[in-house]
Nanobody, 115 residues
Framework: QVQLVESGGGLVQAGGSLRLSCAASGRSIFSFNAMGWYRQAPGSQRELVAT???????NYADSVEGRFTISRDNAKNTVYLQMKSLKPEDTAVYYC????????WGKGTLVTVSS
């Protein structure tokens, strides 16, 4: 059974940093066509934050370009999202997604950025 488990969320002041982790089990992260981070703020739709495909190419939302970095560790079967210069508008539940023949989602981790 494939599972994605996010961790690393929390409360941080504006300008601070956090690193989110998405640990995969039941399947290698390299077997996914792509993996990504999405977020959903209260009252808003879920939106793309960053993706990384099987070849290592990355893509970022304009709102996080230059502040967030997606990466992966094969040995740990984990995908990371390093977030710097956090802003209150980055407050959201962050979800990990793996794309294969179907989509796999984690349950999310809450990031709260105080002003």
């Amino acid at each position: 059974q494939v599972q994605l488990v996010e961790s690393g969320g929390g409360l941080v002041q504006a300008g601070g940093s956090l690193r989110l982790s998405c640990a995969a089990s039941g399947r290698s992260i390299f077997s996914f066509n792509a993996m990504g981070w999405y977020r959903q703020a209260p009252g808003s739709q879920r939106e793309l934050v960053a993706t990384i495909d099987s070849g290592g190419s990355t893509n970022y939302a304009d709102s996080v370009e230059g502040r967030f970095t997606i990466s992966r560790d094969n040995a740990k079967n984990t995908v990371y999202l390093q977030m710097k210069s956090l802003k209150p508008e980055d407050t959201a539940v962050y979800y990990c997604r793996g794309v294969a023949s179907i989509y796999y989602w984690g349950k999310g981790t809450l990031v709260t950025v105080s002003s």
